[in-house]
Structures are given as C-alpha cells and as structure tokens.
C-alpha cells in the first residue's frame, strides 16, 4: 500500500523544530501539498529504499507528475536520481572501507573519486588510488579479499595495476613506476580531506589538473579550471 508523505500540518506535528526549514523546501514543500512521493537524498540507505520501495507503488499518474517534477528540480527521472544515490552511497561507503583497512599505508586517491571528495559536481564511476613502492603489495594484502585481478605491470600505463570489487565499486591501484601520466615528482601532492568525518587522503587539484591536461582530457580540465577559478 502506497504511504503518501507527510502533509504540511503533519510535519509541524511531527517536527516541530524543523517544520519551517522541511516547508521552505522545493522537495518536501511539494511532497506535503501534493501528497506524491519525490525521490531525494535521505540520511540512510535504509530511508533511501524505503521511499524508492513507496514510490513505486504509486499509480502511473503519480509517477508521471513526479518524473515531471524530478526533471524540473534534478534535470532525471525519479528512476535516474535513485540510481545515481544509491550509486553514490556505495562509492561513499567504499571510500571509508578503503581507508580503514589501509591505515598506515602511503596511498592517494585520485581521478574521478578525488574530484568528488573535493565537491567538485561529478560522479564517479569507481574508484582509483596511487601509491608508490612497495605500497602496492602492502595494498593488496590488506584488501586480498576484494581482488579481482592480481598485481600485474600495465605497459600502457607503466605501472604496477591491481583491480578489486567493493560493493559492487570497481577499485583500481596503481603503483607508481615513472608513469606516463603521473610522474613520481607528483604523487607526493597530498592534501587531506574530511567525507563523513573520517581523513582521506588525496591528490591536489593541481596534480589532477596537470595529469589531465597530459591525458588530453579536456572535459576534465575545464571541470577543474572552472571550480578553482569560481
């Protein structure tokens, strides 16, 4: 059975101290008026299937006035938007994995997740880490369990390479032999940043931009011209 979301009388009576904040909200404001679910980011992912789970049991007009109003406010289908959140879930999950079990290990994330850490708008499609010397065994005996391919020289890349699967997020690691694209004079940029109050450690923005710019990625480069200048 279909579960409409709160009304706006109900939000005051069931938070009141954060009524006013839920009901200047484009989301919540809607959802209150029209009683149709709209797919958004909750604290959980518990919360987050249960609205997917409600959503879906709503008729076909609810779901169409919905998707019109996900589009409006997101530019994506209710579907796309759930998609991508829980997507990014896992990727956040995956992040605090990672750095847990390589306590004491000298590694860098970069790449797409980098640029996510450091609120650039972008969603990363897996995850990718440089380290140097030995930091690539010491790597894949600390995530043994997740491999997928063992430690191997990529020739293309010049480097040691090492793939794992965690949540279903693809990891790759790198170790830094002279790569083409990441010289070892770069992979001691590292700056330190905060997801979900846990320390992660990551390249600079500089280093990706001058590693982009080397690979030709344009996309890319205009992403982090346009967030350092902005």
Same mark, same amino acid.
């Given at each position: 059975?279909?579960?409409?979301?709160?009304?706006?009388?109900?939000?005051?009576?069931?938070?009141?101290?954060?009524?006013?904040?839920?009901?200047?909200?484009?989301?919540?404001?809607?959802?209150?008026?029209?009683?149709?679910?709209?797919?958004?980011?909750?604290?959980?992912?518990?919360?987050?299937?249960?609205?997917?789970?409600?959503?879906?049991?709503?008729?076909?007009?609810?779901?169409?006035?919905?998707?019109?109003?996900?589009?409006?406010?997101?530019?994506?289908?209710?579907?796309?938007?759930?998609?991508?959140?829980?997507?990014?879930?896992?990727?956040?999950?995956?992040? *605090?994995?990672?750095? &847990? +079990? $390589?306590?004491? =290990? !000298?590694? /860098?994330?970069?790449?797409?997740?980098?640029?996510?850490?450091?609120?650039?708008?972008?969603?990363?499609?897996?995850?990718?880490?440089?380290?140097?010397?030995?930091?690539?065994?010491?790597?894949?005996?600390?995530?043994?369990?997740?491999?997928?391919?063992?430690?191997?020289?990529?020739?293309? *890349?010049?480097?040691? &390479? +090492? $793939?794992?699967? =965690? !949540?279903? /997020?693809?990891?790759?690691?790198?170790?830094?032999?002279?790569?083409?694209?990441?010289?070892?004079?770069?992979?001691?940029?590292?700056?330190?940043?905060?997801?979900?109050?846990?320390?992660?450690?990551?390249?600079?923005?500089?280093?990706?931009?001058?590693?982009?710019?080397?690979?030709?990625?344009?996309?890319?480069?205009?992403?982090?011209?346009?967030?350092?200048?902005?």
């Amino acid at each position: 059975m279909y579960h409409r979301p709160y009304s706006s009388e109900e939000i005051k009576r069931h938070y009141p101290k954060k009524a006013e904040l839920l009901l200047n909200d484009p989301i919540h404001k809607w959802r209150a008026i029209t009683g149709i679910e709209l797919i958004h980011q909750e604290p959980t992912l518990d919360e987050q299937e249960r609205i997917w789970q409600n959503w879906n049991l709503m008729t076909s007009k609810q779901k169409q006035q919905s998707d019109r109003r996900s589009l409006e406010l997101f530019g994506k289908t209710n579907a796309e938007h759930n998609q991508e959140i829980v997507h990014i879930n896992k990727i956040k999950e995956t992040l *605090k994995l990672i750095v &847990r +079990s $390589l306590d004491k =290990i !000298n590694y /860098i994330f970069i790449g797409s997740a980098n640029l996510y850490i450091q609120e650039l708008k972008i969603t990363p499609r897996d995850i990718d880490i440089l380290t140097i010397g030995d930091g690539v065994k010491e790597i894949d005996s600390a995530l043994k369990q997740y491999q997928t391919k063992e430690v191997y020289f990529d020739e293309n *890349k010049n480097s040691f &390479r +090492s $793939l794992y699967s =965690i !949540n279903d /997020i693809e990891l790759e690691v790198l170790a830094n032999g002279n790569n083409f694209y990441r010289p070892i004079n770069n992979s001691g940029g590292k700056v330190c940043l905060s997801l979900d109050g846990i320390s992660l450690p990551c390249a600079t923005l500089q280093s990706e931009l001058s590693a982009y710019t080397t690979m030709g990625r344009h996309d890319r480069v205009k992403l982090i011209e346009d967030f350092l200048t902005k």
